[in-house]
């Protein structure tokens, strides 16, 4: 089974810090995602990176960045924290670009509460 | 742009009834399209997938078929347990980027 892993559940800081979510897959997966899922809005995707170095914007890229050193690891950074993005963050991989009928596996999500 | 509109919850039911989530969809390709379940406390699992007009995803007594003269991709069950309760997700895949609906949660009880 493809395991998803994000470092932490639940993590709580404070406006105006830098903020790192880490996340790694297990299956050698090409693409991998992060989502930001709110309650009505369903999830909504932060950025995606589909190779080793390479990153792309999703639909609400604004007060975040990311970082795929590794094919097994994708972080999600928040530059400037505000409480705003107070929100359960989701990490997802992908086998390969370009194939439309590949699932994406997800991790379990970290909490994250900005104060 | 392509898009998920599924139906608005919450829905509550009793265990062994009949659940029926609508989800339709707007795109200019030919999407792949998925259900997704998310129970309490855990991400997101893959329940079901479609890849063509026609087709019919199932899983754990779930089921949902892919229309395209409807656009839709309705999922039903036909006698539901409590452990069923979660939030649902449709979502469609055109490259290899997933656009969600809102997610309807569903609360069955005992």
């Known amino acids: 089974d493809v395991k998803v892993t994000q470092s932490s559940r639940y993590l709580v800081k404070r406006t105006g810090e830098k903020v790192f979510l880490e996340c790694v897959q297990d299956m050698d997966h090409e693409n991998m995602f992060w989502y930001r899922q709110d309650p009505g809005l369903g999830l909504r995707l932060i950025y995606f990176?589909?190779?080793?170095?390479?990153?792309e914007k999703g639909d609400i890229p604004e007060g975040y960045s990311v970082s795929r050193e590794k094919k097994e690891r994708f972080s999600l950074i928040l530059e400037s924290a505000s409480t705003n993005q107070t929100s359960m963050y989701l990490c997802?991989?992908?086998?390969?670009?370009?194939?439309?009928?590949?699932?994406?596996?997800f991790g379990d999500g970290t909490r994250l509460s900005i104060l | 742009g392509d898009s998920v509109t599924q139906m608005e919850g919450p829905v509550t039911l009793s265990e062994e009834a009949f659940l029926t989530i609508n989800c339709t969809y707007t795109a200019t390709g030919y999407p792949s399209l998925f259900w997704y379940v998310q129970y309490p406390g855990e991400g997101l699992q893959l329940l079901l997938k479609a890849t063509k007009a026609d087709d019919k995803g199932s899983n754990k007594g779930f089921e949902a078929t892919y229309r395209k003269e409807t656009t839709s991709f309705h999922l039903e069950k036909g006698s539901v347990q409590v452990s069923d309760s979660a939030v649902y997700f449709c979502a469609l895949n055109i490259d290899y980027k997933l656009s969600f609906g809102a997610g309807t949660t569903v609360t069955v009880r005992a």
């Open positions: 997802a991989s992908s086998f390969h670009r370009g194939s439309s009928n590949q699932p994406q596996h």
């Open positions: 990176s589909y190779d080793v170095k390479m990153k």
